[in-house]
């Protein structure tokens, strides 16, 4: 099953080397100004798998662990 980090993984070589060839044939940058555009956007990929949709642990919800005493306390008078 393909999920959202395993497509970010793909879209990342996806986005410098698609990316670069768009923008060298589609706009005519040249390779020097088209390639840092397209690190660009694969930082921005990184980033928002990292930072935005962080991979996380899922934590238990906490519960209160105070014990209740069943007797009361000896009286030390």
Do not use: W
């Amino acid at each position: 099953m393909t999920g959202y980090y395993d497509i970010v993984l793909g879209l990342i070589p996806l986005s410098l080397l698609g990316g670069t060839g768009m923008l060298t044939t589609l706009t005519n940058l040249q390779l020097e100004a088209a390639v840092p555009i397209a690190a660009l956007t694969a930082a921005l990929l990184i980033g928002h798998a990292m930072f935005v949709r962080g991979p996380v642990d899922r934590v238990a919800p906490t519960t209160e662990t105070t014990k209740t005493p069943s007797a009361p306390a000896p009286n030390a008078d």
